[in-house]
């Protein structure tokens, strides 16, 4: 789900590697149909789902009959639900991927999540309806695949802290009073990771650490209090685990997302990535620092999203997203992300999460709330 974003198209170029071990049985992305339709002709799955109709009209003239083409969310759960697939990849961007890995936890799918936000969200619920259905979770965000591989045989009650490292995207030693004048262009320019435009943004802003934060406290049932952020600007420790007896566990690597899915895709085992091997002594230093909390308020916002759970989190989230779209389109400044991330927080009445229709009447709240504020 989300075949033709950057986690999409890793995922297919592990399948791709290992064709005696993956068969690729359905996609679902969105609108970019010259590359949806090179995947589609090379790895034939019976399904496709798209987000609308125009797009599902010019895809059906260009494949062959046999395949079923399906259309928006509806196609989206369909695709993640309905076919034989046993493991799922949850890449779709923000909040519309939340039903999608809905629908596949509740099918029984093995999920290999990279959709942050729909933890984020819904992490509570999510994870009930995992346990519920016996599904395993295997996060396949860099960090959070660290933590998870660090974690492997230990015993939770052991842990004294889960820490996220954090490259400091492109603006870490940029002045504070510089951040007025940050172009779209400087905000796209990562200096370790190939992502798509919504997550470097996230990472410029160090937002996309705020969500990694509350997307930690419910994959590793850990509280907020338990755990934090560290700059790491090599990105090569991809994330660590301190235990109760002084030791850190750290996973190493060089930065490339198909380590972490191709985890996912082979747990408990591993197989072969493509990946150049990490070589320390021509890496020679690795530094890490302590968070600016007053240059990237972002961040700050997300701890305390975190602490108070709730609604707030799918608040923060959704005008996070609206924020991000209308700095993409240059329509605010690149402070203004925050600045709106505040504003619509401390007008919300944050009320307990029960049932997915209050994920999602949160969800347009906010997105109502921040087109009146633009």
Do not use: F, H
């Given at each position: 789900m989300g075949s033709t974003g950057s986690i999409g198209v890793s995922t297919l170029d592990l399948c791709r590697q290992h064709p005696d071990k993956f068969r690729v049985v359905a996609l679902a992305a969105g609108n970019n149909l010259d590359v949806l339709l090179g995947q589609v002709r090379e790895f034939k799955p019976s399904v496709v789902s798209v987000a609308n109709a125009e797009t599902a009209d010019r895809l059906r003239k260009q494949i062959s009959a046999s395949i079923d083409v399906l259309v928006g969310e509806a196609g989206a759960c369909a695709v993640a639900a309905q076919t034989s697939a046993d493991t799922v990849i949850s890449a779709i961007v923000g909040a519309a991927g939340l039903q999608p890995t809905l629908a596949a936890i509740e099918a029984g799918k093995?999920?290999?999540?990279?959709?942050?936000?729909?933890?984020?969200?819904?992490?509570?619920?999510?994870?009930?309806?995992?346990?519920?259905?016996?599904?395993k979770i295997l996060p396949v965000d860099s960090e959070h695949a660290a933590i998870f591989q660090c974690l492997n045989g230990e015993c939770l009650d052991d842990v004294s802290a889960l820490i996220l490292t954090a490259s400091g995207g492109p603006f870490l030693n940029r002045a504070k009073d510089d951040f007025t004048s940050i172009t779209k262009a400087e905000a796209l320019k990562h200096p370790n990771w190939d992502m798509g435009?919504?997550?470097?943004?996230?990472?410029?802003?160090?937002?996309?650490?705020?969500?990694?934060?509350m997307e930690a406290r419910w994959l590793f049932e850990t509280p907020v209090s338990k755990i934090r952020v560290v700059v790491h600007p090599q990105s090569i420790v991809h994330s660590m685990v301190e235990f109760v007896d002084g030791s850190v566990m750290a996973q190493l690597g060089e930065p490339d997302m198909r380590a972490p899915i191709a985890y996912a895709l082979s747990y408990p085992r591993r197989i072969t990535t493509g990946i150049r091997k990490l070589d320390l002594p021509i890496r020679q230093q690795l530094t890490f620092f302590e968070p600016d909390f007053e240059k990237f308020p972002c961040l700050k916002l997300g701890f305390?999203?975190?602490?108070?759970?709730?609604?707030?989190?799918?608040?923060?989230?959704?005008?996070?997203e609206v924020a991000v779209a209308c700095f993409l389109k240059e329509q605010i400044r690149f402070v203004d992300i925050a600045i709106l991330i505040d504003r619509c927080l401390q007008a919300h009445q944050?009320?307990?999460?029960?049932?997915?229709?209050?994920?999602?009447?949160?969800?347009?709240?906010?997105?109502?709330f921040t087109q009146t504020k633009l």
């Open positions: 093995t999920i290999g999540l990279a959709n942050k936000e729909s933890m984020v969200i819904a992490g509570e619920l999510l994870s009930e309806r995992a346990r519920v259905r016996g599904v435009a919504k997550i470097t943004i996230d990472s410029a802003s160090m937002m996309n650490k705020g969500l990694e934060v305390d999203v975190a602490q108070m759970g709730g609604s707030y989190a799918p608040v923060l989230n959704a005008v996070n944050g009320k307990v999460l029960k049932t997915l229709e209050d994920v999602l009447e949160a969800d347009r709240w906010a997105r109502e």
